[in-house]
């Protein structure tokens, strides 16, 4: 590991004019020469939850490894990535706003980072090439065909622990297809009626592309923003209906829909309310959001109303455990990573 790495035991006293934080950090005294470093760059990234999962799958491993937070702001990614292999980081994940730009700046672009032209985990070569990946569409894949096909009681991301390269070839829950050639042509997950999708930004493309692998019939698509809702995909069966964010037809699709997929920023902040929207989902339908926030508003009025709700934490455990196996080569411990996060998470809503 590279000397000035940001978990250094070293102690450094605190630039002029500032305090020093307290309580100060304990030392790593198991961080040596020899340790592996992996990371995620972003910007901002001290709020990441990855490296809380990450270490603790390395700690259920033993493995000598350590992942941390970098901050890289916008525009300096390429500078960034081009230092990797230098400093001998094995690999990273990629996050806001960083995953189309890396996309660009990578060698190589493994299924189905090519389809999305958005990379969340980059995978150093010996060379120092690039080798970029994407494990957000699989993973949302995975977690519409486990809450409608699933697999044995709790296990709700079985091909996750198994391995990001398993769980592309299929297994239980069939083949996973990869490229543009056969989008919308794996198993049906999504139950049968019309799904809606909320929101147009990274994260609402990766599940776009998720419900065209995973057979949606008809996909019901509104963002704030309506020039952004353009498919770059097509598939016999999917049919996909943009509709006006500000309208009444939004209310009635929402009405309709079995399954509505929060895709927005909407459901951090306490204030946060679809405004438009006078109806709520209700028993019957499925509101699957990507915010992981406990006290989200949306989700409590949708579990209110008789929804059942399922929140982004198994989507970002999905992602990451792809991610793991993919850069150390070992089946992630979900099972202690899920642990450490719900710890974490049950720990920050206390203070
Ligand atoms: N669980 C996970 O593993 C996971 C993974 C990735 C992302 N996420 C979450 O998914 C969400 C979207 O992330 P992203 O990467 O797609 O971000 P992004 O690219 O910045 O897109 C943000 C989306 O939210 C919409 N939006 C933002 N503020 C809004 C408002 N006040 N009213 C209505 N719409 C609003 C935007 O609409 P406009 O186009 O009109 O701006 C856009 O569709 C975030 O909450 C993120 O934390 C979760």
């Not at 949708?302 to 929804?307: F, M, V």
Request: charge should be positive; aromatic fraction near 6%.
């Amino acid at each position: 590991m590279g000397k000035a790495s940001a978990a250094s035991p070293r102690r450094h006293p605190p630039a002029a004019g500032r305090t020093p934080r307290s309580p100060v950090p304990p030392t790593r005294p198991d961080i040596t020469g020899q340790t592996a470093l992996y990371g995620v760059l972003g910007d901002p990234v001290s709020h990441s939850l990855s490296p809380v999962f990450w270490n603790a799958g390395f700690r259920a491993l033993g493995l000598d490894a350590v992942y941390v937070p970098f901050h890289v702001p916008a525009g300096r990614l390429a500078e960034a990535l081009a230092g990797l292999g230098a400093l001998g980081v094995r690999g990273v994940n990629v996050t806001l706003p960083h995953k189309e730009a890396a996309a660009r700046l990578c060698t190589t672009l493994e299924p189905p980072a090519d389809d999305l032209q958005a990379v969340n985990t980059i995978r150093l070569g010996p060379d120092g090439a690039l080798h970029g990946a994407n494990t957000d569409g699989p993973a949302m894949y995975r977690l519409l065909t486990s809450l409608w096909h699933p697999v044995g009681k709790g296990a709700p991301l079985p091909l996750a622990e198994r391995g990001y390269r398993a769980a592309l070839r299929g297994g239980e829950g069939g083949t996973l297809p990869t490229s543009s050639r056969s989008v919308g042509k794996g198993i049906p997950a999504v139950p049968p009626g019309p799904v809606l999708l909320l929101g147009a930004g990274g994260a609402a493309r990766a599940v776009l592309w998720s419900l065209f692998q995973a057979g949606a019939t008809v996909i019901y698509w509104a963002n704030r923003t309506a020039h952004r809702l353009v498919c770059p995909w097509s598939a016999e069966r999917t049919q996909v209906r943009p509709v006006p964010w500000e309208s009444q037809a939004l209310n009635e699709v929402m009405v309709e829909s079995t399954l509505i997929i929060n895709a927005t920023s909407l459901g951090w902040r306490a204030e946060d309310r679809l405004p438009v929207l006078t109806a709520a989902p209700g028993p019957g339908q499925t509101w699957l959001d990507l915010v992981y926030h406990p006290a989200s508003p949306l989700q409590q009025a949708a579990r209110a109303a008789g929804a059942r709700v399922i929140d982004g934490l198994d989507l970002l455990l999905g992602q990451g455990a792809a991610a793991f196996t993919l850069l150390t080569g070992h089946p992630a411990p979900l099972a202690a990573m899920r642990r450490a996060l719900r710890r974490h998470l049950a720990g920050r809503s206390r203070a």
